[in-house]
């Protein structure tokens, strides 16, 4: 199985271009806002390949997984006003032999956290005769697509869920030629799940599992969705803004803070909403939703306090874990410390 390794998080391959457009004398913030509603997957690969203009990324992911059109199915679905298609994988309740490994290794003086994954030669053949115990929908993070979350997408399964992984629009294989940061992309969600009620792929109550930008985007979706049950969200931002200025911190110092707040204002402006509307804690709330929230203390892009934010938000059926050590790129590989409270969370809310 091919796996697209998680990139140091983009939002910044814009670099290149800024310093062209610059010398025309147009705003630093303009052109950055513009480059972040760009779809990544239009983005022009000699820009996004890590390495040259972008940073190593900090995370390997190795899936020594044999046959997998034997386990996973994939689907597109057409949605939203105007429609936009959106690329899925199926995978069904069952035994897969899951064995994840995740280690910190040193790369030509770097520190790279390495993921492995196996499953059994036989993996998907025990498909489970009984009805799924429910249906969960897994988002990936900015830049990313569904496989980097086969791996929960496999655990999950196996203790009994149909997984859904998405591509979200502008991701992967999906349609869509710009991306709004969780305006559309929420009413899509919306409207994939009565897609998927009219193709009867929804089986009994359904949770939603999404890492970072994934992770804003289903605390959106669920507060307005009463089909949700519950949340796990892994390193949810809180401000959009602040994420944008974690990130320049992390991967592209150079570039000044005062554009990258500038970006941050102008965004919503050319999305034509309000100046606090792409922040994950004034999204519109419905109802309350049961979360479980992840963060890792090392994480430079959405920190504790902003976790934290989020939680105070969402009401008091909320948890929160800390990950110690942890940053933002492998947080949801840390498969020893959240496998079982990520399994016993969704069994105790979705009965």
């Not at 990258?260 to 004034?282: F, H, I, K, N, Y």
Request: aromatic residues 8%; neutral net charge.
């Amino acid at each position: 199985m091919t796996c697209h390794n998680p990139s140091s998080p983009p939002g910044f391959v814009w670099a290149v271009i800024l310093l062209a457009l610059l010398a025309a004398g147009c705003s630093p913030g303009l052109i950055i806002a513009r480059q972040l509603r760009v779809a990544p997957n239009q983005q022009p690969e000699w820009l996004t390949k890590p390495g040259r203009w972008m940073p190593e990324a900090k995370v390997t992911l190795t899936y020594e997984v044999p046959d997998p059109g034997r386990w996973i199915t994939h689907q597109w679905a057409s949605v939203g006003t105007p429609p936009v298609a959106l690329r899925l994988g199926i995978i069904e309740p069952g035994h897969y032999g899951f064995e994840p490994s995740g280690r910190w290794e040193t790369n030509k003086s770097r520190s790279v956290f390495r993921f492995e994954m196996r499953v059994s030669p036989d993996a998907g053949k025990a498909r489970s005769t009984n009805a799924p115990r429910g249906t969960l929908f897994l988002l990936h993070g900015y830049g990313l697509q569904h496989d980097v979350l086969v791996p929960w997408g496999i655990a999950l399964a196996e203790a009994g869920w149909r997984c859904v992984l998405v591509d979200l629009r502008g991701h992967g294989d999906s349609g869509g030629k710009t991306i709004s940061f969780g305006i559309q992309e929420t009413d899509e969600m919306i409207a994939l799940v009565s897609e998927l009620e009219r193709r009867n792929t929804i089986a009994g109550p359904v949770g939603v599992l999404g890492d970072s930008y994934g992770a804003a985007i289903g605390i959106r979706w669920a507060l307005r969705d009463p089909r949700i049950g519950t949340v796990v969200a892994m390193a949810p931002y809180d401000k959009l803004g602040d994420a944008m200025e974690g990130l320049r911190a992390s991967y592209s110092r150079w570039v000044p803070a005062a554009w990258v707040r500038q970006a941050a204002r102008e965004l919503p402006r050319q999305l034509g909403v309000p100046s606090d509307a792409l922040d994950t804690t004034s999204a519109p709330a419905l109802r309350p939703v049961p979360t479980f929230l992840i963060a890792g203390d090392a994480d430079p892009v959405t920190s504790i306090d902003a976790v934290r934010r989020v939680a105070a938000r969402l009401g008091p059926d909320t948890r929160v874990q800390v990950l110690p050590k942890s940053g933002h790129e492998e947080i949801p590989y840390e498969f020893d410390a959240l496998l079982s409270p990520v399994r016993e969370w969704f069994a105790e809310h979705l009965r």
